[in-house]
């Protein structure tokens, strides 16, 4: 499967010598050979690096202002069980945008969701792009928030014909923050995602002009 493999922008204090692809495979595998200024002066030695080509990818945090509940999504992670970690993790919405739809990811972020939690997302905006593990990967992750009614989620979703079996959970600002301090979330996504909301949380209602005596609001 092709990826969205972008080329480096050139850089005064770096030399690329030489980039090879050396695994192909569901992902790549890429070899470089580079040089870099040390200090902004003189050049490093040729060094040999290696980067892991996965694409770039949306994620989003499905949020319902109304009842004040965020929606997270369950599924098993292949990474976590080589980790030796619990490979059923709770995570937002994300997915990998695809080398067709680098010029919408809004849309890729709207699509994830229906299809990981079986509704519709609206007003979705912005809220940061990072990289989760830049010593070796070349993925970025454009996170959004999007509103959502949390009435009309579904008990499970997911993509099966990818092998995607998702339980569907919503959480209060408590059980989130409950679960930071105990350390429950392991995902970099859902870590940065709620931290965010519960920094951000009268912003995002003001942003949205959700009425401070909406009627189920502690439900």
């Known amino acids: ?24 495979g569901y992902f790549q595998v890429d070899r470089w050979q580079l040089r870099h200024r040390i200090d902004g002066h003189a050049w490093s030695p040729p060094l040999v690096r290696e980067v892991f080509e996965r694409g770039h990818a949306v994620a989003v945090l499905p949020y319902d202002p109304v009842k004040e509940k965020i929606v ?21 919405v994300a997915g990998i945008i695809e080398p067709d739809e680098i010029a919408d990811p809004v849309a890729v972020a709207a699509r994830e969701c229906w299809e990981e939690i079986g509704t519709e997302v609206r007003d979705l905006f912005e809220v940061l792009t990072y990289l989760p593990s830049p010593g070796a990967v070349s993925e970025t992750v454009t996170l959004y928030c999007g509103r959502v009614d949390s009435d009309l989620l579904p008990q499970a979703a997911g993509n ?5 079996y998702i339980r569907i959970l919503t959480l209060s600002f408590e059980e989130v923050d409950a679960a930071l301090a105990a350390g429950r979330f392991e995902n970099s996504l859902m870590l940065i995602a709620a931290q965010w ?4 949380r009268k912003k995002v209602q003001d942003h949205w002009r959700v009425p401070e005596s909406a009627p189920d609001k502690q439900a």
């Not at 099966?160 to 995607?164: A, P, Q």
């Not at 909301?197 to 951000?200: A, E, H, P, S």
């Open 1 to 24: 499967m092709k990826r969205d493999i972008r080329q480096p922008m050139p850089h005064p204090d770096v030399i690329v010598e030489k980039r090879d692809a050396v695994f192909q």
């Open 72 to 92: 997270v999504i369950e599924q098993f992670r292949m990474g976590s069980l080589a980790a030796g970690r619990d490979p059923w993790m709770l995570e937002i």
């Open 160 to 164: 099966t014909d990818e092998g995607e």
């Open 197 to 200: 909301l519960l920094l951000n």
